[in-house]
């Protein structure tokens, strides 16, 4: 079936705005993860869901940062009054059996 | 969480075999090791994963000794494709449970003409 996909691909904003980034798990997977990922530099994890347990929202760096998982699939990342340091690609990864995660695309947010 | 560390980069000339290894002392009975390939401007992609000794796939090779402290992912052959950004992870290995795990910042593998 279709793998992971994230939308937009590319968002661009002006410091202080909101932004929401969507991803698509693969469908059945029970595990969610939000990582970002700054240039040169390797995956934060920000955020995961795994079925209807309560999200470990332990790597969101601010209170700015949240995330929703709605009827276990699609998933949506806010982040509020962005700043110029949000700036990073945002990686979604879906995972159905032992620790094998896959990947979405990456949504590239530029905060101006 | 059981902690992984790599080198950064590495070089290495087409057609050669590489190894990149993977420390992980405090790896629990129930991690797994997994390894992800990421290509420039791509989400990481899964490679292989194993539990001990040696595992084998169309892309890699995956040893594993016999205290689990650490790994080796074994190239055969690259080609300048095989240029990315090498992850080692340790995690929980039950299915359907907690399954957190945490990607180090990698190793890079630079393959040249």
């Known amino acids: 079936g279709a793998g992971v996909s994230q939308s937009p691909s590319n968002k661009v904003t002006e410091k202080g705005k909101d932004v929401e980034l969507r991803c698509d798990p693969i469908?059945?997977?029970?595990?969610l993860y939000w990582y970002r990922q700054s240039l040169g530099q390797g995956l934060e994890f920000l955020i995961y869901f795994q079925g209807n347990s309560a999200p470990d929202k332990s790597g969101l760096p601010s209170d700015r940062f949240s995330a929703e998982r709605t009827g276990g699939s699609v998933s949506t990342l806010t982040i509020q009054r962005t700043q110029q340091e949000d700036s990073a690609v945002y990686l979604c990864?879906?995972?159905?059996?032992?620790?094998?995660?896959?990947f979405g695309p990456g949504t590239r947010l530029t905060v101006l | 969480l059981a902690k992984t560390t790599q080198p950064i980069s590495m070089d290495s000339y087409e057609g050669q075999e590489v190894n990149i290894t993977c420390s992980h002392n405090?790896?629990?009975?129930?991690?797994?090791i997994t390894w992800y390939q990421q290509f420039p401007s791509q989400g990481p992609r899964f490679i292989i994963q194993g539990y001990k000794t040696k595992v084998t796939n169309e892309v890699a090779s995956l040893f594993i000794p016999a205290d689990r402290k650490s790994s080796t992912l074994s190239l055969p052959r690259v080609s300048l494709s095989d240029t990315a950004v090498y992850y080692c992870l340790v995690g929980d290995g039950y299915s359907g449970g907690y399954q957190k795990v945490t990607f180090g910042i990698g190793r890079k593998l630079q393959v040249i003409p």
């Open positions: 990864a879906s995972s159905g059996t032992i620790d094998t995660q896959y």
């Open positions: 469908s059945g997977h029970t595990a």
């Open positions: 405090n790896i629990a009975t129930n991690d797994y």
